[in-house]
């Protein structure tokens, strides 16, 4: 693939949406792709901060009420990577096929 045809995808690789082929497609030139990885942290960001605002949604009533963008983004991805503390990289696991 090369890149217009891998930024077609991203969203979709982004909310899990490949199927395991395409998937290990993306992967890949994401690894080699400065650009296109730099694109897909922007998808990556937006889901940190979809999944923020959903955790807070299903607890509304949880004192200090919505966390601001950045600190949602920030807990998120500490929650995922606790060890890293950043969600950096394409590296979500490989779909089921």
């Known amino acids: ?3 217009e045809q891998v930024r077609i995808g991203l969203a ?4 899990g949406g490949l199927d395991a082929h395409d998937w290990r497609v993306v992967t890949a030139h994401l690894g080699e792709c400065a650009a296109c990885r ?11 901060l979809m999944a923020a605002v959903h955790a807070w949604e299903a607890e509304p009533d949880a004192p200090g009420g919505p966390p601001a963008p950045d600190q949602a983004i920030r807990a998120e991805r500490q929650r995922r990577h606790p060890r890293r503390g950043s969600a950096a990289g394409p590296e979500k696991g490989v779909p089921e096929e």
Request: hydrophobic fraction near 50%.
């Open 12 to 15: 979709a690789y982004a909310f």
């Open 1 to 3: 693939m090369d890149c």
């Open 38 to 48: 730099a694109e897909h942290a922007s998808y990556a960001d937006l889901m940190e």
